[in-house]
């Protein structure tokens, strides 16, 4: 029973006892963005566990991201407050299908969304995130065939502007296929002067409506620059946190669903973790991420060569 507890402080004292460090996705509840040592988007939080010299690194966002955490320090010991904070994309791509899709397209490379499992990793050339997929792609030479999994919205979105084909792997994230396109031009109408910024795992139909589309960082930083006073936000809204901190004098609005609010948009497995859970986790030091060592050096490569290339 955790109920007498000042959960902040014990996670304070344990932060210390245990040398910790917290990492929190933008897309995590405001009060673990706000006790995290460092809030990021995917390609960020990647490099600051592979650089941390902290013993623990508690990882407050979903299990591929504390997997790419533990891949790239494996004397560190990951905690991942809750075990079942997956990802609908991850799902979408189970190793067998994705091996054996790689199989019958021999001749292409498989450039791959970090959203996935080790596994997949392990089976793909190169990883990208959504801030470093432009770059990685320009890089690749135009004869060069691609597979790309397993989001067809990001994948579909790079294709489209690099005018560049390439064999997507079906899956969406469920978080952001939710955005309703009535809904959005409904509040565009009412106000027009606010910019649209979209995360590039929306479908067509939203990011078509987008002044900027990036990664959440690049939201994050397209909101410190604008000269407005209203943004819409088409991506997860737990982000807006982290805009009313940087910017409190100006106005975030969330992207609606279908039934008009941006709540419906909340993802179900990053709200997994909480204070009590993050508690826990620095406590007993579990639950602990351990994967297979030979398994860890295959995803590896892909992983590296996404930080060699991304700059
Ligand atoms: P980024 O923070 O890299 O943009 O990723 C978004 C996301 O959906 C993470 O699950
Ligand atoms: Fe996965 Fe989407 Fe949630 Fe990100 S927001 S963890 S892509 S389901």
């Known amino acids: 029973n955790l109920s007498g507890l000042d959960l902040r402080a014990e996670i304070e004292r344990l932060r210390k006892e245990r040398n910790a460090v917290i990492l929190a996705h933008y897309y995590q509840r405001p009060e673990l963005q706000d006790l995290a040592d460092f809030v990021g988007d995917s390609l960020e939080l990647s490099r600051k566990a592979a650089e941390t010299d902290a013993d623990v690194i508690a990882f407050c966002g979903v299990k ?24 609908s994309l991850e799902d979408s791509c189970p190793p067998e299908k994705f091996a054996a899709f790689r199989a019958a397209h021999p001749d292409h490379i498989a450039l791959t969304y970090i959203n996935c499992s080790t596994e997949v990793k392990a089976l793909s050339d190169i990883i990208v995130t959504s801030s470093s997929a432009e770059t990685i792609l320009q890089q690749i030479p135009a004869d ?137 986790a620095l406590r007993d030091l579990e639950p602990r991420i351990e994967i297979d060592e030979q398994l860890r050096l295959d995803a590896k490569k892909s992983l590296d060569r996404m930080l060699d290339m991304a700059s």
């Open 144 to 280: 060069q065939k691609i597979i790309f999994g397993p989001d067809r919205h990001l994948g579909g979105y790079l294709s489209r502007k690099f005018n560049r084909e390439m064999l997507l792997w079906p899956g969406v994230c469920i978080v952001h296929e939710a955005f309703s396109e009535t809904e959005l031009l409904k509040l565009k109408a009412q106000h027009p002067d606010a910019p649209i910024a979209a995360h590039p795992e929306c479908p067509p139909h939203i990011v078509n409506h987008a002044d900027y589309v990036g990664s959440t960082s690049g939201i994050l930083n397209y909101a410190k620059a604008m000269a407005g006073q209203t943004l819409i936000v088409a991506t997860e809204p737990h982000i807006i946190h982290q805009m009313q901190l940087a910017l409190p004098d100006k106005t975030f609005i969330g992207a609606p669903g279908a039934d008009g609010n941006c709540n419906c948009n909340i993802c179900p497995y990053m709200a997994l973790n909480t204070m009590e859970k993050l508690y826990v």
């Open 64 to 87: 591929f991201m504390a997997e790419t955490a533990k891949i790239l320090s494996p004397e560190k010991i990951v905690v991942l407050p809750d075990m079942e904070a997956g990802c």
